[in-house]
Each structure stands twice: as structure tokens, then as C-alpha cells.
């Protein structure tokens, strides 16, 4: 157990090299490996369940694979035209670049770019997340429009093996362009500007740095510091005030207020702690070296860390010189030649030394290996895909055994090429060793034969070609919104491929997300949150589950004069597949809606004017927004009129009709106004023992389930919402609806096997609402149209609120 435990550890680090070290509590994290935990675990009796995927958004965003661990480019890596007899004669047109390729390296996620694909026997030029696949069938990905300068397409761009490839997610669109590798610009940026060689904007989540010495401007890692000014500004305020941009102070914008962004408050002022402003929480950006493989005997070693960062790169306890390497403390490159006959792997940390903040490390792996495959783990994601070998020497008879057998995979007994032979590749992953005779020449120059063997493991993948929103319950519901409260936990939502839980174990769902919801709004790859005017909406976790809650500060400023204010967004999630590296995309709304509602007063009349809240203006919709916004934060304002003359005041009960000021209306403030801790008073005309208050016991996707306690659990009875193709008692008709019903003694309401509530009803049915009880109990008026199943026609109005 311990063996396979250690082998499934180091094939998968040598899959995603780790690009964070031990002192950030993570270890080996970056793994494509973890696709298929749960079908080694089969077969081997591990799963790696501490290497979570997440690690490719939760701190730095890096796009985990290495395009020479996939494929290297043509013309740049000699292993890829090995031949029995050794090495293909190096030339002109092969001959190593001073400076690898870019595409022999991980690039960030925010410069994602497709790993140089595999066609049928030979590996192909670069492309640039133009494929997705699904069961061995190629498919194009035409749904996503690419933008490149004035130019649409529907095939994404593609660079040269020189230069990465910079997406930028906006307008529901992909702008793409190229930035040359060797730049110092091209690291967290989304727009270069090849005249200045510069970055012109940066990716959400970092901020423009110009060095003094310089006018080059490059990207750094930023966060805002807490901090407000003398007027109660943020950051975000001097952002919208247009008072800072780009790291710039700007003249100032602002009609209602001065604003200083070199002012001095608690100490600090927007210069030192916005980043918009020049200040902030910097950090430097990460960096990351390839795995490199290479066959027993003497080849040549280059690479280069992926972004090139203005840093000075050290290593401790690495003695380069000794393996015959050099590296270059200026840009850290790694080069040499290493000449050995025995499989072996060299390990070394190289850091960031930078004086303008705390650095970052990264680890440098070198495998060596009779036969060097591109890399430990080989991924097959189509039928006639094939990995040749690099190897020094003279072999033949190459034979490939795997645990289990697996009959999709063949090699070519003359050359150790490995390909997918067939279009059902079962069992999809297997321990294999791949062994050939070889000769071993002595002094006397005779021929020993000799048997070597080199250890790979292969796995089919199975990539996703879909991509949606589910209700994570029991029944796995597609969605096409997401609905927040504010004050109350985002749960239940996720982003899936796959159309239930159990099916989404047999494909390779995306393994990095990016969203674009529209003007305002921005997304942090590094921590997965989603932000409207710097105010976080949610965040996507693990698997892409939404999580977090909505802030305060959304609504704030809301002019809606319903009951309830809510911002409304519209969305689209770019997934980015773990082998071709294509993109799918999905569309969906979010809504979130204020927990703070105002329910209007059957009898303004008996209120009574205590302050002015906000005077009369030719808007009336900013004097509500104001007068709200005013009741809301002062903790003793429970409810607020409107005059006569159109001011808005706080007013509170009194029990005698008060003469002189009239209220035209009267809004009743009703905190923590969220469906599932509020109670409702049904009235039901003609029907008494209907009519009461009804409070929440159990949510139903997501809707609460009510019930109003009777006196002996025969006379309980429940109002939720009913769905018709999985309801058991009769009545109501055609279509889902709210009920009240009868508790039963067959009736569930608890959690099921994985925690997740579970309700399931089974009592008679005595009354269906025709229209949205919720809507109309918290957004509405309050009337809701329904009939008794003996027929009888009525309305029932939902009266009033009650905290619990």
C-alpha cells in the first residue's frame, strides 16, 4: 500500500509541478492526476484526496500543465524525434534556442493558452484552445466569440512558440492577443502594448507597478488595504470617483466632496493603500519552472521560468555546476548538458530575490530515464493519439505492460511510440512499465544484450463538453440563475459537465473557471471572487461550488421602490479543460436580493411623524432610495412615510388616528427579511382553520416548507412548494405549485446521506395557490389567488411579517 501511495504521489507532482512551497501549507497540489482519484483508487487502493484542484485558483491562479510535459513544440525538443541509433544530427533549423520556447513551459492561467495538441502519431504545431473532446470525438468549441484587435472569429488565436497568449474576459467576449515570452510586461497582463513594450491593463487582482529606474509598466500582485478617508471614502469610491486609475493619481472628479488621494487618515492615506491609487498590498508574481525529461545519456538541458519576472533568482543547497548546469541569476535560466547512464531525478529549489517585497520559489525537476516520454503521466484525450519516446542507444522489441491490462493501449515494438488504439478506452488508467533489448558495446566491441525498463503511467481522459449550472440536491437540478440574500450564505449552487452527481465521476470536468458578469464587476482568478463595484457577490470553491455571501455594500444606493431591492447580473463562466486546455462556456443570471424588506402599512393614518429622513426632489425614486437607505442604518427607524409634499420621514404607531401630517404611505422596516426566517399570516377567507401564522421548519430547493402547528399533529398543517412529477397525493392539477397540506405520518423532513436537506410531504391537499406565495409575500402585494380542491374559488392574502 505504502509503494502505490508513494508512486501515485510522484507521477502526479511530476504531472503539475508544484508551484507553491511547504511554508504556504501546500504540497504537490497542482495535480491533472486528481482526475481520476476515484479509478485508481480501484485499482491501487489510494486516492490522493489531499491534493486538492482548487490550488490552480486559490492562490495564484497558475495554469497547472506544462506545454512540453503534454507535447513540446516542433523544432524546439529533440527528444521528440528519437530514433533507434540515438539522437536525430542537430541542425540550423533544430539547433536549442538561447531561450526555450514559451511553449515549453507552464504559463500563467490568465495567459492560458492551449498545450501544444497531439495528432495522430507525430505531435502537431501549437493550437490555441481550439478543441474540446468528448469520448475520443474532436469537437469544435464555436460557441465562444474571439476577439482579436478589430477582428471576430470563432476560432481562437494562436502565437508563435515564442510569445504567450494574453485572454481577456469582457463584453462576453475573449480578447486575445500576443505577448512576446522574453517581455517582463507579459506576467498578469490582459493588454500589451508592443510600442512601449508595456502592459495597459492589468488582470483583476493585480495592480500596474512602474519602477522608478523605468518606464516599463508591469503587473504586480495587489490588494487594497481597509482603509477609509476623512469623509468615509474607500478605495472603491476613488475608483468610481475616477480619482485613481491604473495605479495613477488623477485630478479630481468628484462633484459632491474634495477628494486627496495624497490626504493623510488613521495614518495612511489612497496613495498607500488603494492600489488603484499607486498603493496597496503587493506581492510579487509567482513563478514556475517545467518538469524536464530527458533520456540516460548526454543531452542538453534548457529552462527558462514562466512569467520572466524583474527578480534576481537564487537556489541554496543546489550545486548546479556539479550536474554540469548553469543558471543564470538575472532571468533563471537553466542550461546545460548532463551526461549519465543511469535513471535518476535531480530536484532544486530556485527563489525570487526582489527588493521590492517578499519573493516567491519554485521548484526545478529533472528526470532522467532510459526512455523519456514528455512526461510521467500520459494522457490520451483521442483515438491514434501517440507519445514517442527520446533514448540514447540502440533498442529494439519495446513491449508495454500494464496494471490492469490496457487493451487501448499499443506500442510500436521498433520505436516505443504509445498510441490509443481504440475508441473505448476501458479501463481508463494504468501502472505501466515500458521495457526494450538493447546493446551494451563492450571493449572488446562485442555486443552485450541488456534489458532496460522506464515507468509511465496512461490515462484516457474523458474531457467534459458541456458546461452549466446545477441546484446541487437530490434531484441535481439545471439551473439557469443563481439566487443570493444578502446577510445569508451562498450554498447548493455549483458549476457542472455532467447532467447528475454520479455521472459527473466518469468525465474531466474543467479545472479553472474564469466569470464575467458585465460592466462593474470583476473576477479574481487568485481567490475566486466575483466582485460588483469591489463589493464581493460570491466566490467559486472547490469543484465550482459558489460559495461566500453577498456584502453590505451592494445595494447600497438602491433607487428601487420595491418591496425588496435587488441587483440583477448576467453572466458567463469560461471553463478551462484540464488536457487540450479548450474552453467551454456557460451563461446564467445571479439575483441577489436585499434581506431588509418594507412591508406597506394597512393603516398609515395611525403614524406618527419623528424626524425628516430626506426631502421632496423631481426624483422621487432618489428620495425613497435615500429616505431607505437612512431607516436602514439607524437601528430605532422601524418604519417610513412619505407626505403630502413628497418628504420622506421616520414615523412610528400610535394607537389613536393622528390628525394634521397624512402620510399618502407607510413602509414598515423588516430586518433579516429572508423567506426561510420569516413567518407568514395566511388568511383564507371561509376557511379559519387554514388562516394563521405559518413559519419555516425545512428548506425545499431553496424554497422554505411552512408549517402552522395545530394542536395534535393531525390538525398541523404545511405550506410549501409542491412539484407535480414528484408528488404521491392527488389534487391541484396540472403543474408545481404552493400547497397547504396536511401533515401525515409517512411525511420526511430531515437530511439525507450526504447532509443535504431533504424534505417529502405525503399528507392531503386543502388548498392550491395559483400564483408566487414568496413573490407576492415579500416583493408583492400581498394577494394571492388560489382554490380549494372541492373547487371553491378565493383569494388569500398574505397580511403581514413577523419576525420569529
Not at 492551449?114 to 468528448?134: I, W
Not at 395557490?769 to 382554490?787: C, H, I, K, P
Amino acid at each position: 500500500m505504502a509503494r502505490h501511495h508513494e508512486r501515485l504521489v510522484q507521477v502526479a507532482r511530476d504531472c503539475f509541478f508544484d508551484v507553491f512551497r511547504p511554508k504556504h501549507g501546500c504540497c504537490g497540489h497542482l495535480c491533472c492526476f486528481l482526475h481520476y482519484c476515484c479509478r485508481m483508487s480501484r485499482t491501487f487502493g489510494i486516492c490522493p484526496t489531499y491534493l486538492p484542484l482548487w490550488g490552480l485558483l486559490t492562490w495564484f491562479g497558475w495554469e497547472a500543465a506544462t506545454a512540453s510535459e503534454a507535447c513540446p513544440a516542433q523544432g524546439s525538443n529533440l527528444l521528440q524525434r528519437a530514433r533507434i541509433g540515438g539522437l536525430v544530427p542537430e541542425t540550423e533549423e533544430h539547433a536549442p534556442s538561447p531561450l526555450p520556447a514559451a511553449t515549453n513551459f507552464s504559463l500563467p492561467w490568465w495567459a492560458l493558452r492551449t498545450l501544444p495538441g497531439l495528432e495522430h502519431r507525430e505531435c502537431k504545431p501549437d493550437t490555441m484552445l481550439l478543441e474540446a473532446t468528448q469520448a475520443g470525438v474532436v469537437k469544435p468549441t464555436s460557441t465562444i466569440q474571439y476577439i482579436r484587435g478589430a477582428t471576430a472569429s470563432d476560432v481562437p488565436l494562436e502565437c508563435s512558440k515564442h510569445e504567450m497568449l494574453l485572454n481577456n474576459f469582457r463584453e462576453g467576449k475573449v480578447y486575445q492577443q500576443c505577448c512576446p515570452a522574453v517581455s517582463l510586461a507579459c506576467a498578469g497582463c490582459v493588454e500589451y502594448d508592443a510600442a512601449t513594450d508595456s502592459c495597459s491593463s492589468c488582470a483583476s487582482g493585480f495592480a500596474p507597478y512602474v519602477p522608478k529606474d523605468g518606464n516599463q509598466t508591469t503587473c504586480k500582485l495587489c490588494s487594497d488595504i481597509p482603509w477609509q478617508d476623512s469623509w468615509g471614502f474607500g478605495c472603491q469610491d476613488y475608483v468610481d470617483g475616477n480619482s485613481c486609475a491604473a495605479g495613477q493619481i488623477k485630478a479630481n472628479n468628484r462633484a459632491d466632496h474634495l477628494v486627496d488621494a495624497e490626504r493623510v487618515h488613521s495614518g495612511m492615506s489612497a496613495s498607500e493603500a488603494c492600489c488603484a491609487c499607486g498603493g496597496g498590498s503587493r506581492q510579487e508574481v509567482p513563478f514556475s519552472y517545467p518538469a524536464v525529461h530527458i533520456p540516460c545519456g548526454k543531452t542538453a538541458v534548457s529552462a527558462l521560468p514562466i512569467p520572466r519576472l524583474d527578480v534576481t533568482y537564487v537556489t541554496e543547497n543546489c550545486a548546479f555546476h556539479s550536474m554540469n548546469l548553469t543558471m543564470d541569476s538575472r532571468n533563471g535560466h537553466v542550461f546545460g548538458e548532463i551526461s549519465t547512464h543511469e535513471p535518476q531525478s535531480i530536484s532544486c529549489e530556485i527563489a525570487s530575490d526582489s527588493r521590492k517585497g517578499a519573493g516567491t520559489s519554485a521548484t526545478l525537476q529533472v528526470h532522467i530515464a532510459h526512455f523519456a516520454y514528455s512526461q510521467s503521466v500520459l494522457t490520451f484525450t483521442e483515438l491514434n493519439q501517440s507519445f514517442l519516446p527520446g533514448f540514447q542507444g540502440r533498442y529494439q522489441d519495446f513491449r508495454l505492460r500494464c496494471t490492469p491490462d490496457l487493451p487501448w493501449a499499443g506500442i510500436d515494438k521498433a520505436t516505443g511510440r504509445i498510441s490509443q488504439t481504440s475508441s473505448n478506452p476501458m479501463p481508463r488508467t494504468g501502472e505501466c512499465t515500458v521495457s526494450a533489448k538493447g546493446c551494451m558495446d563492450e571493449a572488446s566491441g562485442n555486443c552485450t544484450e541488456v534489458t532496460r525498463s522506464t515507468d509511465v503511467v496512461l490515462v484516457a481522459g474523458n474531457e467534459a463538453s458541456e458546461l452549466f449550472v446545477v441546484r446541487e440536491d437530490r434531484r441535481w437540478l439545471r439551473v439557469d440563475e443563481v439566487n443570493l440574500t444578502m446577510g445569508r450564505p451562498t450554498s447548493g449552487f455549483r458549476l457542472a459537465s455532467a447532467r447528475s452527481a454520479d455521472d459527473s465521476a466518469l468525465i474531466d470536468p474543467p479545472l479553472a473557471y474564469h466569470v464575467d458578469c458585465g460592466p462593474n464587476t470583476s473576477f479574481v482568478a487568485q481567490t475566486g471572487a466575483l466582485s460588483f463595484k469591489g463589493q464581493e457577490v460570491f466566490h467559486l470553491a472547490v469543484g465550482g461550488k459558489f460559495a461566500g455571501e453577498p456584502q453590505e455594500g451592494l445595494l447600497q444606493g438602491c433607487r428601487n421602490e420595491a418591496r425588496r431591492c435587488q441587483l440583477k447580473l448576467s453572466c458567463q463562466v469560461y471553463g478551462v479543460l484540464p488536457f487540450s486546455k479548450a474552453l467551454l462556456m456557460a451563461q446564467f443570471k445571479v439575483t441577489v436580493t436585499d434581506n431588509t424588506c418594507w412591508t406597506p402599512a394597512s393603516d398609515p393614518e395611525h403614524f406618527l411623524a419623528k424626524g425628516l429622513l430626506a426631502n421632496s426632489s423631481s426624483n422621487a425614486s432618489k428620495t425613497i432610495s435615500t429616505c431607505r437607505s437612512r431607516c436602514r442604518n439607524d437601528a430605532s427607524c422601524a418604519a417610513i412615510g412619505l407626505d403630502g409634499q413628497g418628504n420622506c420621514h421616520k414615523v412610528v404607531y400610535a394607537s389613536e388616528i393622528q390628525s394634521g401630517k397624512n402620510f399618502s404611505w407607510v413602509h414598515q422596516k423588516v430586518t433579516d427579511c429572508d423567506p426561510l426566517n420569516q413567518c407568514l399570516l395566511v388568511q383564507v377567507p371561509g376557511e379559519a382553520f387554514m388562516s394563521g401564522q405559518y413559519c419555516p421548519v425545512a428548506a425545499q430547493n431553496p424554497r422554505p416548507v411552512y408549517s402552522m402547528k395545530g394542536f395534535d399533529s393531525s390538525s398541523t398543517l404545511y405550506l410549501h412548494w409542491s412539484e407535480e412529477n414528484v408528488e404521491v397525493a392527488a389534487g391541484c392539477g396540472k403543474g408545481d405549485r404552493f400547497v397547504i397540506r396536511r401533515a401525515s405520518e409517512d411525511d420526511y423532513l430531515g437530511q439525507d446521506l450526504e447532509g443535504r436537506s431533504s424534505v417529502e410531504l405525503r399528507g392531503e391537499k386543502l388548498w392550491c395557490f395559483s400564483g408566487d406565495v414568496l413573490f407576492e409575500a415579500f416583493d408583492g402585494d400581498g394577494a394571492v389567488t388560489g382554490q380549494s380542491v372541492d373547487g371553491a374559488n378565493a383569494t388569500v392574502a398574505v397580511i403581514d411579517l413577523e419576525k420569529v
